[in-house]
């Protein structure tokens, strides 16, 4: 090792366990040695290298690289954390009984924010209106984020804000017979809205993810790929790492419109510091299975962005050295999806852009192929399977032999990335690894087990892979020699016990740059 690794650094010996390097030239060691910031090696190097280190006794358990969550709404998902949660609810009841309970603690003037309602949970059927709002909420304005985030139920007091001005392009708004809205505004309606009238501060977007940090670091989390460049996340992620309390790495998205200014500024892929970095571009081709808006081959679904379109921004994209995550649901979306990547593919292939399809949730059998032939990545979410299979069984009915494939993605050689989606999942990387290995997370059979992938799988698409779409697979993603030492301790080698008993492994601490983020040892 280059002998400026060593010297005064702080160094720190972990032994007696099982390292998984996610590396297969080396795939297991029993200690690993840290010199700084960086892994120094593997056993038998430590007493020749580091001076006086630290000694970490693993006592048996496993140490992985830190966990990866490629494709999170962080601020979303931090500041859900203290709004009415609305998930798990099977009836329209139940969920206006829990936003009665909410409002008293909204204080005058202040909105009513909540979110996790589903409808398609609900029995018996039906969709909500204002009027089911109006009567627990009175005159405190309301908006209910759908688990989906595709959908926006609002009350009366709400809906009052817009002054009947509602209507906005790939939007849909619902009404009654008689025309008047119902208070339910799905796709740019509803973030149209919510981006004019409820939109949170700064300040308290930075709160609430400082505290998110520290959740995300106790579930394991080094990196994440954060999805909210839309609502100034690359602001709060910066000043949490000015103050100090940023631990862990972030993959910024920034929203596809703004391609032209980031391009005037020569604000490219990248750029950033060892914490905060801009990544990719965003872009949506369409809509949810949830809300019923993801775009399918039958003709039916919401269009968000055309072919056309997307194919202009990849090319702006490739002008500004910036790659593209587009979402996509429905088989339409992914197959135009596809089309535009391919139609571009000269422009970007040689520049290196490693782009990517958000979800690829549904995928006609003949399109499977093509994110490996094109050499864009599925980023994935491997809990939607499980959480979904009612949902999808219902609404995708004789076509889910193509949904959520994660298998087949991975046999025709496509990149999987696995994210959580909080706050639609939970932010739990390990969560999503065993849904990804189950494919069930209740009592029942696996869900198309024919697409469970291998723990190996699994856990590559948290790591390794999410590093390498961030351009960082040189240096994170896998516990070799030189590469930063972000890793996870977990109470058991995983790899030796029956993938059943996979949910009950816990995390016990996680480091980030050769320092502990979460519950330092000893540990008993
Ligand atoms: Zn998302």
Known sequence: MPSRLLGYRPSVILENGVVRTMDASLPVARALAIAGERIAGGVGTHETLLATPDRVDLGGRCVLPGFNDAHVHFPTWALAQRQVRLEGTTSLEETVARVASAVDEVQPGRWLRGTGWRSGDWSPATEPTRQDLDRVTGDTPTALMARDYHSLWLNTAALAHANGNLEVPGGVIERDPSGEPTGVLREECAWHFRDLYVRPSEDELVDASREGVRIAAARGVTAVHDKDGWLGALAVWQRLRDEGSLTLRVWQSLPAEKVKELAALDL???????????????????????????????????????????????????????????????????????????????????RGLRQRIEHAQLLAPEDVGRFAELGVAASVQFSHAPSDRDLADRLWSGRTSGAYAYRSLRDTGALLANGSDAPIEELDPWAGVCAGVLRTVDERQPWHPEERLTLEEALQATTANPAWLARDEHRRGKLLPGFLADLVVLDRDPFQHPAEELPSVQVVATMLGGRWTHNPPPWD
């Not at 775009?295 to 056309?308: C, F, H, K, P, Y």
């Not at 994209?317 to 979306?333: K, N, R």
């Open 268 to 350: 490219r892929s990248g750029f950033g510091d060892d914490l905060v970095r801009v990544g990719y571009l965003k872009a949506f081709m369409d809509g949810t299975l949830g809300s019923q808006t993801a775009r399918l081959l039958d003709g039916s679904g919401v269009q968000i962005t055309s072919r056309e379109t997307l194919a202009e921004i990849i090319r702006a994209g490739v002008e500004a050295q910036l790659p593209v995550a587009v979402h996509a649901i429905g088989d339409l979306a992914n197959r135009e999806a596809l089309d535009a990547f391919e139609e571009t593919r000269d422009l970007w292939h040689p």
